[in-house]
């Protein structure tokens, strides 16, 4: 018995197990995007904040940034489509301005068809304007020499003008001021749509003659056209009425306005 020791044999040590991480570190989550760059500012600016907070690893990253490059890149195009586009769009070498400036105008007695004034001046001879301003102005007027079945009187004034808008309303304002101080009462007063940019006439009656004052615009072009007309029954003039001195300026304005060519 006295070979039995009392004391218990000394513990051991338990061997030492290097520290096991039993998951791996989270990354830091990404700061919320600021609502400024949520803002329709584009692909690039939209995708700024997304691509800056993925940290979660290089196969997401690209995953990713492949994404973008699809959303961002624009589509290429087909060799049909291509083709059609092509084939439909228009060339612009053949295409023909159609606001180029005239410049270019007819002779006086050039300015209406023969028809035009065998139809309202039956009879009337012509006498060409003389020249103002060079090439930039054309005129002439026909008048009825034989009173006894009627009178008829054509004036056409055409000139070339870079200042057009504001002379159109120049020339109406001074008929409007210098009819009523001849002697003629102006009845009508109103725009011509239809005929040219824009024109604008007014009708008036004095002494036995209806009178019609049509001007037009057209592009650089103003044109000017007086026509008076009367009847004779006996010796006393009636004044056409004014749908007929209408017609007849009309027509005389669309002759002119033919008339025009731009080089």
Same mark, same amino acid.
């Given at each position: 018995?006295?070979?039995?020791?009392?004391?218990?044999?000394?513990?051991?040590p338990l061997?030492? &197990?290097?520290?096991?991480?039993?998951?791996?570190?989270?990354?830091?989550?990404?700061?919320?995007?600021?609502?400024?760059?949520?803002?329709?500012?584009?692909?690039?600016?939209?995708?700024?904040?997304?691509?800056?907070?993925? /940290?979660?690893?290089?196969? +997401?990253?690209?995953?990713?940034?492949?994404?973008?490059?699809t959303l961002?890149?624009?589509?290429?195009?087909?060799?049909?489509?291509?083709?059609?586009?092509?084939? /439909?769009?228009?060339s612009s070498?053949?295409?023909?301005?159609?606001?180029?400036?005239? /410049?270019?105008?007819?002779?006086?007695?050039?300015?209406?068809?023969?028809?035009?004034?065998?139809?309202?001046?039956?009879?009337?001879?012509?006498?060409?304007?003389?020249?103002?301003?060079?090439?930039?102005?054309?005129?002439?007027?026909?008048? +009825?020499?034989?009173?006894?079945?009627?009178?008829?009187?054509?004036?056409?004034?055409?000139?070339?003008?870079?200042?057009?808008?504001?002379?159109?309303?120049?020339?109406?304002?001074?008929?409007?001021?210098?009819?009523? /101080?001849?002697?003629?009462?102006?009845?009508?007063?109103?725009?011509?749509?239809?005929?040219?940019?824009?024109?604008?006439?007014?009708?008036?009656?004095?002494?036995?003659?209806?009178?019609?004052?049509?001007?037009?615009?057209?592009?650089?072009?103003?044109?000017?056209?007086?026509?008076?007309?009367?009847?004779?029954?006996?010796?006393?003039?009636?004044? &056409?009425?004014?749908?007929?001195?209408?017609?007849?300026?009309?027509?005389?304005?669309?002759?002119?306005?033919?008339?025009? +060519?731009?080089?």
């Amino acid at each position: 018995m006295d070979d039995i020791e009392d004391t218990p044999p000394a513990a051991k040590p338990l061997p030492t &197990v290097a520290a096991t991480q039993l998951f791996p570190t989270q990354p830091t989550p990404a700061p919320l995007p600021d609502q400024a760059d949520l803002r329709p500012a584009g692909p690039t600016r939209r995708w700024t904040w997304l691509l800056g907070g993925i /940290t979660a690893g290089a196969g +997401t990253a690209a995953l990713v940034l492949s994404l973008v490059a699809t959303l961002v890149s624009p589509a290429a195009t087909t060799p049909a489509a291509a083709a059609t586009t092509s084939a /439909t769009a228009p060339s612009s070498s053949s295409a023909k301005p159609t606001d180029a400036p005239y /410049t270019t105008l007819a002779k006086g007695c050039s300015l209406l068809r023969s028809a035009t004034v065998a139809h309202y001046a039956k009879g009337a001879t012509c006498t060409a304007g003389s020249t103002v301003g060079g090439e930039t102005n054309s005129s002439a007027v026909w008048a +009825t020499k034989d009173y006894r079945t009627g009178y008829a009187f054509v004036q056409v004034e055409v000139q070339l003008n870079t200042q057009g808008e504001s002379v159109y309303q120049q020339i109406l304002t001074l008929d409007r001021s210098t009819l009523p /101080t001849s002697g003629m009462k102006i009845a009508d007063d109103r725009a011509v749509p239809g005929l040219g940019d824009k024109a604008a006439l007014l009708y008036s009656t004095g002494s036995g003659v209806g009178r019609v004052d049509l001007v037009v615009l057209q592009r650089n072009a103003l044109i000017s056209i007086t026509y008076e007309g009367a009847a004779l029954s006996g010796f006393t003039p009636t004044a &056409v009425p004014s749908a007929t001195a209408e017609t007849a300026a009309t027509a005389c304005a669309r002759d002119a306005l033919a008339t025009l +060519t731009a080089s």
